[in-house]
């Protein structure tokens, strides 16, 4: 089975510019999660989604960050205008809230880099 | 509030070593979820192992091993006979549940170990 995917994996762009990061979560999971890891801050959750309507977005860093969940199989996270301090490691997860395997599972992540 | 401490930033072993990787956490629910995740070089986070604070049954898989100890608030990875490909930084995580539902996920912030051959 696939497991989550997550497009670019690396991505390279100038102070200002938009940048759309994608994910597509494992077929039948009902939670997807932004989590954005940098060495100063660790790993931190960013918004979660639960079928597609977002739930949490208190760790969304400010206005320029937002996520969308058009459907189960595809989410979005833009910033925009971006800035040097969103150079980050940004991971997607899902998860399928059973009660018995609710565990997130992550996919490989982007690597932004905001010159 | 929760909070996860992994009071190793690194540690270097040699292989065939046994070590083990401390984990700490801190919270008020009576119900909640520990994790490990594995990040080797490439970046990738892999789920290694889930444990239910109701259960304190410690687990063995393979040459890795967890200890978890309500009393003392700590869930310890051991890993026996490392190996280099064993070099990655853990995270230990935690997450309460409510609504029968975990969410967010508190990460520790990571030990780096390094097997040497």
Redesign the interface.
């Given at each position: 089975d696939a497991g989550v995917i997550q497009s670019p994996r690396h991505e390279v762009t100038e102070m200002g510019q938009e940048v759309t990061l994608r994910c597509k979560p494992i077929s039948g999971h009902d939670y997807l999660f932004w989590y954005r890891q940098t060495m100063m801050r660790g790993l931190e959750l960013l918004i979660y989604f639960n079928n597609n309507v977002p739930i949490d977005d208190s760790g969304m860093p400010e206005d320029r960050f937002s996520a969308k969940m058009p459907n189960a199989s595809f989410s979005t996270l833009k910033i925009q205008p971006s800035e040097p301090r969103d150079s980050a490691v940004y991971f997607c997860a899902s998860r399928f809230a059973s009660g018995i395997t609710d565990t997130q599972y992550f996919g490989p992540g982007t690597r932004l880099t905001v010159l | 509030a929760q909070k996860v401490t992994q009071a190793q930033t690194e540690i270097s072993v040699v292989e065939k070593e046994d070590v083990t990787l401390d984990c700490v956490y801190e919270t008020r629910d009576t119900t909640y979820?520990l994790?490990w995740?594995k990040q080797p070089p490439?970046?990738?986070?892999?789920?290694l192992i889930?444990r239910n604070s109701f259960d304190e049954q410690n687990e063995i898989s393979g040459r890795y091993s967890w200890n978890f100890q309500k009393s003392t608030s700590s869930f310890n990875f051991t890993i026996t006979a490392s190996q280099v490909v064993d070099s990655a930084v853990y995270?230990c995580a935690l997450s309460e549940a409510y609504g029968?539902?975990?969410?967010?996920?508190i990460?520790?912030?990571?030990t780096l170990l390094a097997v040497q051959p």
């Open positions: - | 979820y994790f995740y490439s970046g990738e986070l892999v789920f889930r995270f029968g539902a975990t969410n967010k996920l990460f520790g912030t990571g």
